[in-house]
Protein backbone atom coordinates (compact mmCIF):
# COMPACT_ATOMS: atom_id res chain seq x y z
CA UNK A 1 0.00 0.00 0.00
CA UNK A 2 2.44 2.31 0.82
CA UNK A 3 4.66 1.63 -2.31
CA UNK A 4 1.45 2.43 -3.85
CA UNK A 5 0.97 5.76 -2.43
CA UNK A 6 4.62 6.93 -3.61
CA UNK A 7 3.72 5.86 -7.44
CA UNK A 8 0.67 7.67 -7.67
CA UNK A 9 2.29 10.67 -5.66
CA UNK A 10 5.22 10.97 -8.17
CA UNK A 11 2.26 10.46 -11.24
CA UNK A 12 0.35 13.18 -9.45
CA UNK A 13 3.21 15.41 -9.33
CA UNK A 14 4.05 14.52 -13.33
CA UNK A 15 7.25 12.81 -12.64
CA UNK A 16 6.01 9.74 -13.76
CA UNK A 17 3.57 8.86 -16.43
CA UNK A 18 1.35 6.20 -14.86
CA UNK A 19 1.65 3.52 -11.68
CA UNK A 20 0.38 0.04 -12.28
CA UNK A 21 0.09 -1.86 -9.50
CA UNK A 22 0.45 -5.41 -10.86
CA UNK A 23 3.78 -3.98 -11.67
CA UNK A 24 5.24 -2.21 -9.00
CA UNK A 25 7.14 -5.43 -7.75
CA UNK A 26 8.34 -6.57 -10.89
CA UNK A 27 12.08 -6.63 -11.62
CA UNK A 28 13.50 -3.90 -14.47
CA UNK A 29 15.48 -4.91 -17.75
CA UNK A 30 17.63 -2.44 -18.59
CA UNK A 31 15.99 -1.23 -21.54
CA UNK A 32 13.27 -0.69 -19.70
CA UNK A 33 14.50 1.93 -17.94
CA UNK A 34 15.12 3.92 -20.40
CA UNK A 35 11.71 5.50 -21.28
CA UNK A 36 11.52 6.51 -17.67
CA UNK A 37 14.89 8.13 -17.86
CA UNK A 38 13.78 10.17 -21.41
CA UNK A 39 10.79 11.58 -19.20
CA UNK A 40 13.14 12.31 -16.01
CA UNK A 41 15.69 13.88 -18.63
CA UNK A 42 13.00 16.04 -20.29
CA UNK A 43 13.95 14.39 -23.46
CA UNK A 44 10.60 13.23 -24.77
CA UNK A 45 10.27 15.70 -27.87
CA UNK A 46 14.35 15.67 -28.66
CA UNK A 47 14.55 11.40 -29.25
CA UNK A 48 12.29 11.19 -32.70
CA UNK A 49 14.82 11.18 -34.88
CA UNK A 50 17.12 8.24 -34.86
CA UNK A 51 20.74 9.14 -35.23
CA UNK A 52 23.05 7.45 -37.96
CA UNK A 53 25.13 5.13 -35.50
CA UNK A 54 24.15 3.67 -31.86
CA UNK A 55 26.77 4.71 -29.03
CA UNK A 56 26.30 0.77 -28.46
CA UNK A 57 27.68 -2.16 -30.01
CA UNK A 58 24.41 -3.91 -28.31
CA UNK A 59 21.73 -2.19 -29.23
CA UNK A 60 20.65 -1.61 -32.89
CA UNK A 61 20.29 1.72 -34.68
CA UNK A 62 16.76 0.62 -35.70
CA UNK A 63 15.74 -0.17 -31.82
CA UNK A 64 12.87 1.92 -31.45
CA UNK A 65 14.26 3.76 -28.08
CA UNK A 66 17.59 4.40 -30.30
CA UNK A 67 16.64 8.65 -30.16
CA UNK A 68 16.22 8.09 -26.46
CA UNK A 69 19.44 5.91 -25.98
CA UNK A 70 21.37 8.51 -28.13
CA UNK A 71 19.95 11.42 -26.05
CA UNK A 72 20.78 9.88 -22.90
CA UNK A 73 24.66 9.11 -23.77
CA UNK A 74 25.17 12.52 -25.18
CA UNK A 75 23.85 13.66 -22.07
CA UNK A 76 26.08 11.74 -19.28
CA UNK A 77 22.89 10.36 -17.87
CA UNK A 78 23.76 6.62 -19.62
CA UNK A 79 26.96 5.10 -20.69
CA UNK A 80 28.17 1.55 -21.60
CA UNK A 81 30.56 -0.97 -19.91
CA UNK A 82 34.39 -0.92 -21.12
CA UNK A 83 33.37 -2.72 -24.52
CA UNK A 84 30.75 0.03 -25.43
CA UNK A 85 27.49 -2.96 -24.52
CA UNK A 86 24.45 -1.66 -22.14
CA UNK A 87 23.71 -4.85 -21.64
CA UNK A 88 19.55 -4.13 -22.11
CA UNK A 89 18.32 -7.12 -21.50
CA UNK A 90 19.84 -7.86 -18.02
CA UNK A 91 18.11 -7.20 -14.93
CA UNK A 92 18.58 -3.08 -13.44
CA UNK A 93 20.07 -3.32 -10.01
CA UNK A 94 20.02 -1.08 -7.25
CA UNK A 95 23.37 0.16 -7.79
CA UNK A 96 23.01 0.65 -11.57
CA UNK A 97 19.58 2.50 -10.81
CA UNK A 98 21.20 5.08 -8.35
CA UNK A 99 23.96 5.96 -10.65
CA UNK A 100 21.34 6.67 -12.88
CA UNK A 101 18.86 8.58 -10.56
CA UNK A 102 21.94 10.80 -9.43
CA UNK A 103 22.96 11.15 -12.76
CA UNK A 104 19.96 12.76 -13.90
CA UNK A 105 19.94 14.93 -10.88
CA UNK A 106 23.21 16.27 -11.91
CA UNK A 107 24.87 14.86 -9.05
CA UNK A 108 27.37 13.11 -11.29
CA UNK A 109 30.23 14.92 -10.17
CA UNK A 110 29.67 14.72 -6.95
CA UNK A 111 29.70 11.00 -6.81
CA UNK A 112 32.63 11.29 -9.22
CA UNK A 113 34.58 13.63 -6.63
CA UNK A 114 33.89 10.87 -4.10
CA UNK A 115 35.09 7.54 -6.13
CA UNK A 116 33.14 7.04 -8.91
CA UNK A 117 30.84 3.93 -9.59
CA UNK A 118 29.95 2.27 -7.24
CA UNK A 119 31.63 3.76 -4.19
CA UNK A 120 31.01 7.22 -5.03
CA UNK A 121 27.37 7.01 -6.21
CA UNK A 122 26.61 5.33 -3.29
CA UNK A 123 28.11 7.30 -0.72
CA UNK A 124 26.73 10.64 -2.62
CA UNK A 125 23.60 8.60 -2.44
CA UNK A 126 23.78 8.29 1.29
CA UNK A 127 24.67 11.66 1.94
CA UNK A 128 21.01 13.07 0.40
CA UNK A 129 19.16 10.24 1.83
CA UNK A 130 18.36 8.60 -1.48
CA UNK A 131 18.30 5.04 -0.34
CA UNK A 132 15.99 5.33 2.74
CA UNK A 133 13.30 2.55 3.19
CA UNK A 134 14.69 0.26 0.02
CA UNK A 135 14.38 -3.54 0.45
CA UNK A 136 17.41 -4.63 -1.24
CA UNK A 137 21.25 -3.15 -2.27
CA UNK A 138 24.20 -3.92 -4.27
CA UNK A 139 24.04 -5.80 -6.87
CA UNK A 140 20.42 -7.38 -6.18
CA UNK A 141 17.84 -6.79 -8.96
CA UNK A 142 16.06 -3.57 -8.84
CA UNK A 143 12.03 -3.56 -8.63
CA UNK A 144 9.91 -1.06 -9.74
CA UNK A 145 8.84 0.25 -6.01
CA UNK A 146 12.08 1.15 -5.46
CA UNK A 147 13.29 2.75 -8.41
CA UNK A 148 9.65 5.06 -7.39
CA UNK A 149 11.40 5.68 -3.56
CA UNK A 150 14.77 6.55 -4.92
CA UNK A 151 12.95 9.42 -7.38
CA UNK A 152 10.51 10.35 -4.64
CA UNK A 153 13.72 11.05 -1.99
CA UNK A 154 15.56 12.60 -5.20
CA UNK A 155 12.69 15.27 -5.11
CA UNK A 156 13.57 16.60 -2.08
CA UNK A 157 17.29 17.03 -2.72
CA UNK A 158 18.92 20.52 -3.15
CA UNK A 159 18.84 21.46 -7.45
CA UNK A 160 22.36 22.05 -8.75
CA UNK A 161 23.00 25.47 -10.51
CA UNK A 162 26.03 27.21 -11.99
CA UNK A 163 27.96 29.50 -9.78
CA UNK A 164 30.74 30.81 -11.45
CA UNK A 165 32.74 29.87 -14.88
CA UNK A 166 36.68 29.32 -14.18
CA UNK A 167 39.21 30.83 -16.56
CA UNK A 168 38.91 27.90 -19.28
CA UNK A 169 34.96 28.86 -19.46
CA UNK A 170 34.16 25.58 -17.34
CA UNK A 171 31.33 25.95 -15.59
CA UNK A 172 31.50 25.48 -11.58
CA UNK A 173 28.60 23.86 -10.35
CA UNK A 174 26.97 24.17 -6.67
CA UNK A 175 23.94 23.04 -4.81
CA UNK A 176 21.12 26.10 -4.21
CA UNK A 177 20.19 25.42 -0.93
CA UNK A 178 17.03 26.96 -0.92
CA UNK A 179 16.02 25.51 -4.37
CA UNK A 180 14.75 21.38 -4.57
CA UNK A 181 14.93 19.48 -7.48
CA UNK A 182 11.18 19.65 -7.32
CA UNK A 183 10.97 23.24 -7.74
CA UNK A 184 13.81 23.67 -9.94
CA UNK A 185 12.72 21.24 -12.45
CA UNK A 186 8.97 20.91 -12.30
CA UNK A 187 7.83 24.45 -10.41
CA UNK A 188 6.42 22.33 -7.88
CA UNK A 189 7.28 23.71 -4.69
CA UNK A 190 6.42 21.50 -1.33
CA UNK A 191 5.05 23.60 2.22
CA UNK A 192 4.56 21.46 5.63
CA UNK A 193 2.24 23.12 7.76
CA UNK A 194 -0.38 23.27 10.31
CA UNK A 195 -4.12 23.85 8.22
CA UNK A 196 -5.51 26.84 10.15
CA UNK A 197 -8.25 27.62 7.99
CA UNK A 198 -10.75 27.00 5.27
CA UNK A 199 -14.03 27.59 3.78
CA UNK A 200 -15.97 27.16 6.95
CA UNK A 201 -13.83 28.26 9.76
CA UNK A 202 -10.21 29.62 10.89
CA UNK A 203 -8.62 28.49 14.13
CA UNK A 204 -8.08 32.33 14.75
CA UNK A 205 -10.78 34.32 14.95
CA UNK A 206 -9.12 37.57 14.67
CA UNK A 207 -8.59 37.57 11.02
CA UNK A 208 -12.03 38.29 8.90
CA UNK A 209 -10.78 37.82 5.23
CA UNK A 210 -12.57 35.02 3.51
CA UNK A 211 -11.56 31.97 2.56
CA UNK A 212 -13.47 30.58 -0.74
CA UNK A 213 -14.65 26.87 -1.39
CA UNK A 214 -11.82 26.02 -3.14
CA UNK A 215 -9.47 27.50 -1.17
CA UNK A 216 -7.32 25.88 1.90
CA UNK A 217 -5.45 28.09 4.80
CA UNK A 218 -1.88 26.59 5.74
CA UNK A 219 0.21 28.85 8.50
CA UNK A 220 -1.70 31.47 7.97
CA UNK A 221 -1.11 31.64 3.95
CA UNK A 222 -3.89 31.40 1.81
CA UNK A 223 -3.76 28.29 -1.41
CA UNK A 224 -5.92 27.36 -4.09
CA UNK A 225 -7.45 24.29 -4.32
CA UNK A 226 -9.01 24.12 -7.84
CA UNK A 227 -12.26 21.64 -7.31
CA UNK A 228 -10.95 19.96 -4.12
CA UNK A 229 -12.70 20.51 -0.55
CA UNK A 230 -10.63 20.16 2.67
CA UNK A 231 -12.99 21.07 5.47
CA UNK A 232 -11.82 17.89 7.51
CA UNK A 233 -8.12 19.28 7.07
CA UNK A 234 -8.72 22.11 10.11
CA UNK A 235 -5.75 21.71 12.57
CA UNK A 236 -3.89 18.88 11.27
CA UNK A 237 -0.64 18.71 10.16
CA UNK A 238 -0.47 18.48 6.18
CA UNK A 239 2.12 18.55 3.72
CA UNK A 240 1.19 20.20 0.16
CA UNK A 241 2.49 20.87 -3.06
CA UNK A 242 2.11 24.22 -5.11
CA UNK A 243 2.13 24.25 -8.10
CA UNK A 244 4.10 27.89 -9.34
CA UNK A 245 4.63 29.66 -12.44
Not at 37 to 55: H, Q, R, Y
Not at 104 to 110: A, T, V
Not at 135 to 163: M, Q
Amino acid sequence: EEDMKVAQKLVALGVISEADTETLTDTIRRSQIIPLLTKLAGFENATANAPATSPFLDVSVYDEQIGAYSSLYKSGYISGDENRMFRPNDLLTYNEAITLVINIMDYKLFAMRNGGYPTGYLYTANTYKLLEGLSGSGEDPIPWFDVYRILNHALDANAVVTSSFVGSGEAEFTLQNDLTILEDRYKIKKITGIVTGNENTRLRSDDSSRIGRYQIEIDRVVYDTPEQEYASFLGKAVTAYLKTN
